[in-house]
Nanobody
Framework: QVQLVESGGGLVQAGASLRLTCLAS????????MGWFRQAPGKEREFVAS????????YFADAAQGRFTVSRDNAKNTAYLQMTSLQPEDTAVYYC????????????????WGQGTQVTVSS
């Protein structure tokens, strides 16, 4: 019943910036806690960042702290992940996800997932 669609990925050089967008369907986007995860080949999905339903609280993985920001626009049913100073180790498929409740950092606690968007950072 809920669809999430990511966009904004691409191939960039080290040091570049990208902004990922997650567009959500449905009528209750404002009730979701939104998360961003990423998965590199051969690796488990890892938490990147999240934002609560009001946008007042944000959380970041250590690898993202200081370089990434997360935001949302509930009127547009949209969440964003702004990434700066990208490095090759940031290369992964990035997913947005939505949860009603649960640990913000745990992939298993999220109820809906997008299809992912590829981010590749050249060395």
């Amino acid at each position: 019943q809920v669809q999430l669609v990511e966009s904004g990925g691409g191939l960039v050089q080290a040091g570049a910036s990208l902004r990922l967008t997650c567009l959500a369907s449905g009528q209750n986007f404002h009730e979701f806690h939104m998360g961003w995860f990423r998965q590199a080949p051969g690796k488990e999905r890892e938490f990147v960042a999240s934002i609560n339903w009001t946008g007042e609280r944000t959380y970041f993985a250590d690898a993202a702290q200081g370089r990434f920001t997360v935001s949302r626009d509930n009127a547009k049913n949209t969440a964003y992940l702004q990434m700066t100073s990208l490095q090759p180790e940031d290369t992964a498929v990035y997913y947005c996800a939505a949860q009603y409740a649960g640990p913000y950092y745990a992939a298993g606690a999220y109820d809906y997932w997008g299809q992912g968007t590829q981010v590749t950072v050249s060395s």
